[in-house]
């Protein structure tokens, strides 16, 4: 079985701390994913990876960054937290697939994170 | 045009009845279709993809248009563990094949 692992579920931070949400898969897939999850706006890529230390900019990524030295984990950084960053982050994994196309995804649980 | 449109629903409907979502999509060069489901507070998880041909997976069929730029998901015989927020996937083609994911379709089958 697939596993997608995040380092917390919930999270309470205040405005302008640094925060670091960590993700590990453990089915040595390339392409691994941050999104955040709100209310009436569903999933939103942040950032995505296709290999180690490889990164690119998803649909959302200002107030964000990542980090990918290893293969099997995904880390997202923001910077100076704000309260419009409240959200539930959700990493997720995947294989290349056939001819190129991203496999399915598998996420993991998400991480419930509030901003003060 | 957002990219990838749902009717957020919700879709109620008594169980054993027969229940069709819609999906579009804006771009044409998009590669790849998924269904996902998403139970309340837990993560999406596929449900199934979506071919040219249509496939059928027992109570479930998914089918693709690309001439209308829409996939479909069907639900036969809805069970109340039916209940859930389906989600259409879409990867378009930019490089690195990036998923897109719609807004979800928020289904409640009631007994």
């Known amino acids: 079985d697939v596993k997608v692992t995040q380092s917390s579920r919930y999270l309470v931070k205040r405005t302008g701390e640094k925060v670091f949400l960590e993700c590990v898969q453990d089915?040595?897939?390339?392409?691994m994913f941050w999104y955040r999850q709100d209310p009436g706006l569903g999933l939103r890529l942040i950032y995505f990876?296709?290999?180690?230390?490889?990164?690119e900019k998803g649909d959302i990524p200002e107030g964000y960054s990542v980090s990918r030295e290893k293969k099997e984990r995904f880390s997202l950084i923001l910077e100076s937290a704000s309260t419009n960053q409240t959200s539930m982050y959700l990493c997720a994994s995947s294989s290349y697939g056939t001819g190129g196309h991203t496999d399915t995804q598998y996420f993991g649980p998400g991480t419930r994170l509030t901003v003060l | 045009r957002k990219e990838v449109e749902q009717d957020p629903g919700p879709f109620n409907v008594p169980e054993g009845a027969t229940v069709a979502f819609n999906c579009t999509y804006s771009?044409?060069?998009?590669?790849?279709f998924f269904w996902y489901r998403q139970d309340c507070r837990k993560e999406p998880k596929l449900l199934m993809s979506v071919y040219s041909s249509g496939n059928e997976d027992g109570r479930f069929t998914a089918q693709l248009n690309r001439a209308s730029q829409y996939i479909s998901l069907l639900i036969r015989d809805s069970k109340l563990s039916d209940s859930a927020t389906y989600l259409c996937v879409v990867t378009r083609s930019g490089g690195s094949y990036i998923p897109t994911f719609g807004r979800g379709t928020s289904l409640i089958v009631h007994p």
């Open positions: 990876s296709y290999d180690v230390k490889m990164k």
């Open positions: 771009n044409s060069a998009s590669q790849s």
């Open positions: 089915m040595d897939h390339e392409n």
